[in-house]
């Protein structure tokens, strides 16, 4: 199931094997104003992700074929898929996998069963937060291009004082 990317809405993908919990997160986030597209596994999630670039992922863990911690790191490896937030979800709590979910790149984590209100509240601060950085990118990317029009109109004006001083 998809979604196509026509409002200013954030777009969130739900990534999860279980269409209850899928269903359950649909409603989460639909109830918060957002746009929603769903991928049943792994390698769905990979295409649905490159397809529809969206605002932040909602993604299981814990999956048969290509598990979340996979599929996390291989999101990452896609253009674009270093800035998306991506929340995880799992009925894992041990330390263990809470290390492996933010080596493989985890913006954040969240153990089923979840309180909705705090899973609310953390796609809110994960957006937010995102928004900001693709602004500060923005800015830096502009400030280069600044510079780079500075140091060429630098390297032009010294070329014309040699030019006036050897006439």
């Not at 809470?98 to 493989?104: E, K, R, S």
């Not at 923005?138 to 109109?153: R, Y």
Request: glycine fraction near 4%; proline fraction near 4%.
């Amino acid at each position: 199931m998809t979604a196509s990317k026509t409002t200013e809405k954030p777009l969130i993908l739900i990534v999860d094997d279980d269409r209850s919990m899928r269903a359950l997160l649909n409603l989460a986030m639909t109830e918060e104003g957002y746009e929603v597209a769903e991928a049943k596994n792994g390698e769905q999630c990979l295409g649905e992700y490159q397809l529809l670039k969206p605002d932040a992922i909602l993604l299981d863990a814990v999956m048969p074929d290509l598990d979340g911690f996979t599929c996390c790191q291989k999101i990452r490896q896609l253009p674009g898929g270093d800035l998306i937030p991506i929340l995880m979800l799992t009925v894992l709590d041990d330390q263990k996998s809470i290390d492996q979910a933010f080596n493989c790149g985890a913006t954040d984590y969240i153990t089923k069963p979840m309180h909705w209100a705090v899973l609310s509240q953390r796609m809110r601060r994960l957006l937010a937060t995102n928004q900001v950085l693709r602004e500060v990118q923005a800015v830096k990317q502009q400030l280069h291009q600044q510079q780079s029009m500075i140091n060429q109109l630098c390297n032009l004006a010294v070329f014309l004082s040699m030019q006036t001083t050897d006439h």
